[in-house]
């Protein structure tokens, strides 16, 4: 069984996001962050070199591959920033509909900029993932 590539480590969180050229994107990381924190009542943690996680849940699937995960966190890509739930829940979530100019996976969202979106509706959403 091929082990998970992107594990918790100790690189810095505030490393990654200081060196954010676009610092439009680098301050909606910023409130990302705080509106992470203050949700989770967590500290970020850096997943592999571009994923900050808050919290941690450990999975085992009925193949027998188990592993850590977080339970929410962000990533700041090239087009987008990244925002990760547990997944399943992007579906179900009604929350979504008030959210703004956004995209979705099978476990994140996309958005361009957080001024296109509605914070309040995602802090009530990652409010919901614990």
Not at 25 to 42: G, P, Q
Not at 81 to 110: D, F, N
């Amino acid at each position: 069984m091929a082990e998970l590539k992107t594990k918790k480590n100790t690189a810095s969180v505030d490393e990654l996001v200081a060196h954010i050229q676009d610092p439009q994107t680098r301050n909606d990381c910023y409130a990302i962050l705080k509106l992470m924190r203050d949700v989770s009542k967590e500290e970020p943690l850096m997943w592999g070199t571009s994923i900050v996680g808050f919290g941690q849940y450990h999975y085992k699937y009925a193949s027998g591959r188990e592993g850590d995960w977080f339970r929410a966190g962000f990533s700041p890509r090239k087009h987008n920033l990244t925002l990760y739930v547990l997944s399943g829940k992007i579906g179900e979530a009604p929350l979504l509909k008030k959210l703004g100019k956004h995209s979705t996976g099978k476990s994140c969202l996309y958005i361009k900029s957080l001024k296109d979106v509605d914070l309040n509706v995602i802090k009530l959403y990652f409010s919901s993932e614990k």
